[in-house]
């Protein structure tokens, strides 16, 4: 692998020019396809198998004029006044005449007019689904009262639902990373160079992905965590490379060997990390929910591409940079001073020399943060959490206002039957057994397509849509409505459909863990050739994960120092947070594992003593993964600015997620766990020996090649 890299790092360092060139026309070509075929993206979660959906299904097939798009407007009057059927009219007239609309139920007619009557509701029915509903179409939606005077009209419902969209916050990530790696390569031309390369990876990997959102269906939070994740390990990854290769060039070497000794040794590690985190990714698929292996797939495509940049490009641009990645005090083949021991191995000599009492206390602590975990609850977000001041939130708190909460969470019973006959007498029954279950307050008359075989009830619970009460509720219902001759009955609706999607992920994340925690041991077991190193990586993982759950339900879902995120309303979490959590994290997490543990192997494979090559594998590294988890926690951290509560939480989770990962699991509790484990830490069975592969990781083969010291003026710049 090493000589590999070796020598792809000093083909793409010779042919400079060509390797930008394939790059940039690679950028322009996709950008133009991006622009010529992009899509719309969708915020539709489905989940294939469960009973709302089932029900959905069978809704557009024997309903199709009631199974499409839904809009709520909530109309109020003044404090004292109360609403007329003449006032509310032009309203009802006004979103009747909203392209694809097929109706506007007048609330006088529809008795959705609040008891005391300064409240109404119009319920409007388009005739397409969410993602085929064009910005026109919700523009005129929301433009709908907007001239009738002396009422207050929002508009609610799913075709409010707000769309995520790339904004100025994350560019505040960028700000920050660019500061901290100034600080720590203290040259503007390295860190311009880190940071281009990573906006070029970042930059094609959102053109690709734009250009196939023409042909397949993009969720609306898709490019978002690309863009996130781009971002984070495409700076990390080109800093890795360039710090050594900014070493090697302190050490005299020349600058294409420099590059390709670079590539070769960190670059190596580069690569499987980079795996770890495309695998983890990708391996969301597994799960087998459509718009979650969107997410990890697209995630995963722009990981690769950024693994693939610094590769490459980042070779063709060091050899551009030739020398002026070097502070100018070491440029020009100036004597270079011995390099002065700095806080990181200072750093490992304490860790290793308390090792029982800091993995004691970081265990302990770990597991403290863990506890709020056990209370996790896991939703789709509602428009209640929305960003205050929006539509979709302001129709929300007054429909909560002027008829209860449980009228922003109806449900819809479907009742279907070969026989209109058998099917009306079911849906008398399922009417009467739904109203006497506990939590529901209302059910509404049944509507019947054409030949009556297929019913729709509107029913009204108590509590919120994502409130505990109303989940009961709906396992209530379907269990008492299962026993119902003559007709099938399903629950179905967002409410029900975010409750069906959080229980299926609820469910398939012991499995996804048990997964990753599963490849962690082997990839790294394959990486290190030990047994023990990466069962104690898996454990550490564990920790981690555990922590960023507990914290994150903390301040998310009990409110817990909320107010410092954004967050002004608690509630449960989005119901993918955490297998998406832990897929990417786990690649994160082994991210700094590798580049971490490798250095630590390389010096111990060279001859240090194991407890020498641990506070070697700290000493050398803390500067670069304090640099890179800074990064990272800046690029997610500028991702809580957002208004979208999904983003907003996802961020927050991964920030905190590699601050722990990073500071506390690798650079304290990994250090103290090795220096404990010694020289068992690096056996490996025989047997297990002769069957792994030697991927050298290492760089040994490096060393036994003669190192190429030409002159500068024979490598540098252009």
Known sequence: ?????????????????????????????LGGAAAAFSGSTTDKFTMPGTESQRAMAALEREFPQASGITGTIVIAAPEGEKLTPDRVAPVVKEAGEV????????????????QDGRYALVQVQFDTRAEDVTDAQRDAYEEVGASVEGLRVEHGGEIATAKVEIGS????????????????????????????????????????????????ELTSTAPILALMLGLAVGIDYSLFITSRYRQFLAEGMGTEEAVGRATGTAGSA??????????????????????????????????????????????????????????????????????????????????????????????????????????????????????????AREAYDLTSEGFGPGFNGRLIAVVSGDDAQATGAAVKEAAAVIQGTDGILAVAPPQLNERGTTALLTVIPEAGPTDAATEEAVHAIRDRVADIEGADVAL?????????????????????????????????????RSVLVPIKAALGFLLTVGATFGITVAIFQQGRLADLVGVDVPGPLVSFL??????????????YEVFLVSRMREDFVHGDTAQQATVNGVGHNARVVTAAALIMTSVFGGFVLMHDP?????????????????????????????????????????????????????????????????????????
């Open 492 to 528: 179905t609706g967002v409410t029900a459909m975010g409750i069906d999607v959080s229980e299926k992920l609820a469910d398939a994340m012991p499995v996804y863990l048990l997964l990753v925690v599963g490849l962690s041991i082997l990839l790294l077991m394959l990486v290190f």
């Open 270 to 391: 580069v690569v499987f990390a980079g795996a770890t985190v495309v695998i983890a990714l990708a391996g969301l698929s597994v799960v087998g929910i459509p718009f979650l292996s969107v997410m990890g797939l697209a995630a995963a495509g722009t990981v690769a591409i950024a693994v693939l940049v610094a590769l490459t490009l980042l070779p063709a641009v060091l050899g551009f940079a030739g020398e002026k990645v070097l502070p100018r005090k070491q440029r020009g083949g100036a004597a270079v001073e011995p390099e002065k021991e700095g806080f990181g191995f200072r750093w490992g000599r304490i860790v290793t020399r308390l090792r029982i009492p800091v993995l004691l206390v970081g265990i302990v602590g770990l597991g403290a943060l863990t506890l709020p975990a056990q209370d996790m609850r896991l939703a789709l977000p509602d428009a209640g959490t929305a960003a205050p001041g929006s539509s």
């Open 99 to 114: 392209p694809g609309v097929v109706a506007a139920v007048d609330p006088f007619q529809a008795r959705s007019v609040s």
């Open 169 to 216: 916050t994350e560019v505040l990530g960028v700000l920050v990373a660019a500061v901290v790696l100034v600080v720590t390569l203290g040259s503007l031309v390295a860190a311009g160079m880190t940071l281009l390369n990573a906006l070029i990876g970042v930059a094609v990997g959102m053109a690709g992905l734009y250009a196939l959102s023409g042909v397949m």
């Open 646 to 718: 999904i983003i907003k939480s996802i961020g927050f989770a991964l920030a905190v997620g590699v601050l722990i990962d990073a500071f506390v699991v690798r650079m304290t509790l990994v250090p103290a766990a090795m220096s404990l484990l010694g020289r068992a830490a690096w056996k490996l069975p025989r047997p297990v020996d002769r069957v792994l592969p030697n991927l050298d990781i290492e760089g040994e083969s490096l060393r036994q090649q003669p190192v190429d010291r030409a002159p500068e003026k024979e490598t540098a710049g252009v």
């Open 578 to 591: 955490p297998i998406l959590l832990i897929g990417i994290l786990f690649g994160l997490a082994m991210d």
């Open 1 to 29: 692998m090493a000589t590999l890299l070796y020598r792809l790092g000093r083909f793409s360092f010779r042919r400079r020019r060509h390797v930008a060139a394939v790059w940039l026309l690679l950028l322009a070509l």
